[in-house]
């Protein structure tokens, strides 16, 4: 079948009142928190949310902690609460969690992204302070996924603790931490809805009780609609299953992004007397969609392309302990940019940023963490499905979540497995595939309203195992012009897909190339990291996805710059493939994306912000984009009419000739217009005339914004007389279609991109600087040190492989005068590590500056120089 339907009519529960005593409250202040085991009595105060990674996991030395945190708190119980059932209910730790109370042992759950609850009225002594200790471990576990991934696994807990008080009879919370009741359907249509409640009701008295469950439906505006209930006759310490069913609601307001309707229900449960004793209170939202595997994704009947991002949970500064307000501003900011979907990557989020986006607007993808391969055993397939149980039941309800996923990447490492025997990787294609059927099961069967899904990566085990037609949905995690091949192979290989599985629906689950706001070029080149890169790599891979009708869409990874420890990209232990930068502020490729997707109103943005105080030399131009939703404009610079522009796929580029100091540009279309003032240093020659210093990012083709040095390193260039160069030597690259130089964090620095581009093989660099006094700053960095496995660029550690032994030992001369002798930076400094060597020199008779890297051993390599006139 191609044409897959699924009817939807979910819901999310928004609030929680409780009365006659009852309460919910947060009980995030005044912890106690011991990092390691439980021996000594240097505790500290600490605030929920909380981990003990927010600085490990992004210094210079290789790993962060992964075992054991202690947590405790003195909790006060009146003797009037005795009457109640008192649960501890936490919403996120990682990844393995022991509760005690008063030394008594409560109970164990495993899994980082999941909420749990315990029930710990049994262990509390009242009119009394009871000790409540926390056992967090983040210890790598091959029964408890994810095994490996390319996100840090920050430990601690870093979600709401909650104190939960109920009366015997209540809304159960037992029912994997859920919140007790399952909203369905028996009919969606743009005519009419049918809904149906399943409520759960425990009973702690050791008597039989009698209930009445009374559900109301509202329409947004608090108005009863109908109402329903039930009488209920429940034995004691046990539960009961109470099923209402409503009568169609005619001509409903349907739920979609563009108009996110939502009614209310209103659950109260009440005992034989007619008193309250629990409600609770959730949003509706009715819709349907289905997913046609030649035509694409439907949403209450018409078709809609998803277009949206991927998000991981951390932020920069607090690790995954990310206070609420920040987190909510995430969805915002997604909903802003005019996304219609949001792919909560790889594991379950704060529910609160759910309930957002059942209000803005935004369709959801939920998974669990199981990523890159699987342990066979019992007791790790048993945490899987009781962590996929969690998921569904927890997230069940909300109108949102259309898509329930539950792997990613899922033969990753066994796609770059050398070790393993035929049989043995025989073995781990059906134990994934085996556990990816149990899922896929039971995800059918808890949550028939939703549409199932998986992740995979460019490879032909998926289509091998036959793994990819288990979901009703598959997304392709694909980065040609990235990690693979060039841009425009994107389009071949899903026509290609769609060919050989034409019944299979698809997504672009994952795309999109590192980019750091530091680095802009004129010329962007595949791995490079510059913004420029990222312009054209997402705006060709939405052009190519929009073309092909049997695409379900795109989900671009990801929304923001993320932690990643092993990683050695610009910024070191950050992935930086965010449409915005790890504190949230926004690349430029955000804004064009808005230019596309959000038609609300008139937009217009200049990517112009990283050339403020640009070097350019002669009468070059420099190409400036200009993003849109509008169709046309009129370019000015420096107050005159430059150009009439066509904005097409959401972008102009105007090639602007500026002047030296200060420009001023314009755009002006029909409906809105932008201006912009930026300084810029227009130069024929090093001639200090203008400017006192510059810098050069010696074997790169582009711009370094460099905090560290205030100054912006140039793009470096064979010599050309009367300016710079290198006149021998070669661009270092440790593969040929990458061109980062090398991608390590650099140890004694935070400006990467000067350190890991670099000239191999240079004896002699020419700079034609006018006589005088010079400060003269060199870099340098030794590049061939056998790096940290990076299975995310495996080429790297190949070729690094073949010459780790190799060390390189050069003299270092500025014109005559040697300023270092049998420079040797593998035996003199660590691993990775960024020098600078600075001297004075005086340049006389017209001679410039000549930089001479005389070889003793191997061939030299250098990074960078910086040149201040001092007069």
């Avoid at 979600?159 to 008080?165: A, E, K, P, T």
């Avoid at 392309?305 to 951390?314: A, C, E």
Wanted: with cysteine.
């Amino acid at each position: 079948m191609k044409n897959k339907i699924i009817y939807l009519c979910l819901f999310f529960c928004v609030a929680f009142s409780f009365k006659n005593d009852a309460q919910s409250k947060i009980i995030n202040s005044g912890w106690q928190f011991f990092l390691g085991d439980k021996t000594s009595e240097n505790w500290q105060t600490v605030n929920i949310p909380h981990t003990w990674n927010k600085d490990d996991a992004f210094d210079d030395e290789m790993g962060y902690h992964r075992g054991v945190g202690w947590y405790k708190k003195q909790l006060f119980f009146s003797a009037e609460s005795s009457k109640f059932e008192h649960y501890l209910h936490f919403k996120g730790v990682n990844q393995e969690t022991d509760v005690y109370v008063n030394r008594h042992h409560i109970g164990n759950h495993k899994g980082g992204y999941t909420a749990f609850n315990f029930n710990i009225s049994k262990y509390i002594n009242y009119d009394t302070y009871n000790l409540i200790e926390v056992k967090v471990d983040n210890t790598h576990n091959l029964d408890i996924p994810p095994l490996d991934a390319d996100f840090t696994f920050y430990g601690g807990i870093y979600r709401d603790v909650q104190l939960i008080s109920k009366p015997k009879q209540h809304i159960s919370l037992s029912d994997f931490a859920s919140d007790g009741f399952y909203v369905d359907y028996y009919h969606v249509s743009e005519d009419k809805v049918g809904v149906s409640v399943k409520v759960i009701i425990d009973n702690f008295e050791n008597s039989k009780a009698s209930n009445v469950i009374k559900i109301m439906l509202l329409d947004a505006e608090e108005q009863i609609l109908q109402s329903q209930q039930k009488i209920l006759k429940i034995n004691g310490n046990t539960s009961e299953v109470a099923t209402i069913k409503f009568s169609e609601v005619k001509n409903p307001k349907l739920w979609s992004p563009e108009s996110p309707y939502l009614y209310k229900l209103k659950l109260q449960l009440l005992d034989k007397h007619g008193n309250f004793l629990d409600e609770k209170w959730q949003n509706i939202g009715f819709r349907w969609v289905s997913v046609d595997a030649d035509k694409g994704f439907f949403l209450n009947g018409k078709l809609i392309k998803l277009i949206g991002v991927n998000r991981h949970q951390d932020y920069k500064g607090y690790g995954n302990a990310v206070p609420m307000e920040l987190q909510k501003k995430d969805i915002q900011l997604i909903k802003n940019m005019g996304a219609n979907v949001l792919r909560n990557a790889h594991y379950p989020q704060s529910r609160e940023l759910y309930d957002m986006c059942d209000k803005l607007g935004i369709l959801v993808w939920s998974e669990i963490p199981i990523v890159n391969k699987v342990t066979d055993s019992k007791a790790f397939f048993d945490v899987c499905i009781n962590m996929q149980k969690e998921h569904v039941k927890q997230y069940y309800n909300y109108p949102s979540v259309v898509m329930l996923g539950y792997m990613n990447e899922i033969y990753l490492r066994l796609a770059f497995d050398n070790k393993s025997t035929n049989i043995e990787k025989e073995n781990k294609k059906k134990t994934a595939l085996t556990l990816a059927k149990l899922l896929e099961q039971l995800t059918r069967e808890l949550a028939p309203n939703h549409i199932t899904v998986m992740a995979g990566h460019l490879n032909e085990l998926y289509n091998e195992t036959g793994i990819a037609d288990l979901p009703m949905l598959f997304g392709w995690n694909l980065y040609f012009g990235w990690y693979d091949k060039d841009i425009p192979d994107l389009g071949i290989f899903l026509d290609e897909q769609h060919k050989r599985y034409p019944n299979r629906s698809l997504l672009l689950s994952e795309y999109g190339p590192g980019a750091d706001v530091r680095i802009f070029t004129k010329n962007p080149k595949k791995f490079d990291f510059s913004t420029d890169y990222q312009a054209k790599l997402h705006q060709s891979y939405y052009q190519q996805i929009t073309d092909r009708t049997y695409m379900a869409g795109m989900t671009a990874w990801n929304f923001a710059d993320f932690g990643s420890e092993f990683r050695g990209d610009a910024i070191p232990h950050v992935n930086q493939k965010g449409l915005v930068q790890f504190d949230r502020t926004p690349k430029d490729i955000y804004y064009w994306y808005k230019s596309v997707l959000n038609k609300k109103e008139p937009f217009i943005y200049m990517a112009s912000t990283h050339l403020d105080g640009l070097t350019v030399f002669d009468d070059d131009t420099y190409p400036v984009q200009m993003y849109s939703n509008q169709n046309s404009g009129i370019v000015f610079l420096n107050g005159s009419k430059f150009q009439e522009i066509s904005f097409e796929n959401g972008v102009a580029t105007v090639y602007l000739p500026f002047q030296d100091g200060t420009n001023h540009i314009k755009v002006i279309t029909e409906n809105i217009s932008e201006e912009k003032t930026i300084q810029i240093l227009k130069t024929d020659a090093l001639n200090f005339d203008t400017f006192s210093r510059i810098g050069i990012n010696m074997g790169s083709h582009f711009y370094f914004a460099d905090k560290e040095h205030q100054i912006t390193f140039i793009p470096d260039q064979p010599y050309e007389k009367g300016k710079f160069g290198y006149v021998n030597g070669e661009v270092f690259n440790v593969s040929k279609d990458k061109h980062q130089g090398m991608s390590y964090s650099i140890r004694n620095t935070n400006s990467e991109p000067l350190f890991q581009t670099m000239l191999e093989g240079c004896t002699n660099y020419k700079l034609d600087i006018p006589n005088g006094a010079y400060k003269v700053s060199l870099f340098f960095v030794e590049p061939k040190i056998k790096p940290t496995e990076n299975i995310y660029n495996l080429n790297v550690i190949v070729e690094l492989s073949k010459s780790e032994k190799e060390q390189r030992i050069f003299d270092i001369f500025l014109n005559e005068e040697c300023i270092e002798n049998q420079f040797n930076m593998a035996e003199q400094y660590p691993e990775k590590y960024g020098v600078e060597k600075t001297a004075i020199i005086n340049v006389n008779n017209n001679e410039g500056l000549t930089i001479t890297l005389k070889p003793i051993e191997g061939k030299p390599v250098i990074s960078g120089v910086l040149i201040e006139k001092l007069n």
